[in-house]
């Protein structure tokens, strides 16, 4: 088993795509992925365009695999419609609402209102960061959804990752794909998607922090508008937050 320590040695991270692999490695990859850790192998779902995609992916390699939805109270109807959707099409799949320890209200009377106005780092963390270290607690490795093409931050990503912030493995599937790829597909299987996405949202999150876009070349310029804030903290380097 590909272990933390050893992860660079993968081969897998050092090939391209066969040309004529329409999932551009994603379906090999998450094949790879299910026979090495099984179980043991959790995807953090956000029910993105990218989501979709996965989705039906996992489905054919794993029809019971475990997702994880970071539900932090602050998303839109849309996205919980999409996910009442998910589950009626693919009924085998274990799909897990995590939760924060704290509730809206109780972030407010804690921290003050509109925490993610002031502080949108810390009201990270405690919505989306904390509870993603809670579901991933003895899960050797986790799947997510990053694609190369969506912003800077993501450029180098590689199919198999080290990930300091959650002391585990992370493989990203999709590094390969354009947004139009991404479409395509969802389009070639009729898929479901978020309503939102019509509507010049191409990245969704919470309410608060979530706009319609007006560059459509930068997918995440629609997230944490005003702030010099482009992830929520689940790709990046450890920090104190608390």
């Known amino acids: 088993m590909l272990t933390y320590e050893n992860f660079y040695d993968s ?10 692999d329409p999932t551009k490695g994603a379906l090999k990859i ?40 970071l539900d932090t109270g602050l998303h839109f109807q849309e996205t919980y419609d999409l996910i009442d959707e998910v589950k009626e099409r693919y009924p085998s799949l274990d799909i ?24 949108p780092d810390q009201c990270c963390y405690i919505r989306k960061v904390k509870p993603l270290e809670d579901a991933l607690s003895g899960a050797t490795a986790w799947i997510s959804g990053l694609r190369r093409s969506q912003s800077p931050t993501r450029a180098n990503t590689n199919f198999i990752n080290k990930d ?24 070639q299987h009729q898929l479901p998607y978020n309503k939102l996405h019509d509507q010049n949202y191409p990245s969704i999150g919470c309410i608060p922090c979530t706009t319609q876009v007006t560059d459509a070349d930068d997918e995440r310029s629609g997230r944490w508008a005003n702030f010099q804030k482009t992830e929520c903290g689940l790709h990046a380097t450890p920090q104190s937050t608390k």
């Open 11 to 20: 081969p897998l991270n050092n090939e391209t795509p066969d040309q004529h």
């Open 30 to 69: 998450l094949e790879w992925a299910y026979q090495t850790y099984g179980n043991s192998l959790v995807y953090a779902c956000s029910f993105g365009a990218e989501s979709m995609v996965l989705i039906d992916l996992i489905a054919t390699v794993q029809p019971d695999a475990r997702l994880v939805f």
């Open 96 to 119: 897990v609402m995590q939760k924060p320890s704290l509730t809206v209200d109780e972030q407010r009377e804690q921290h003050g209102s509109a925490l993610w106005s002031r502080n």
């Open 164 to 187: 300091d912030r959650f002391q585990s493995i992370k493989i990203c599937p999709l590094i390969y794909w354009s947004w139009d790829d991404v479409w395509e597909y969802i389009e």
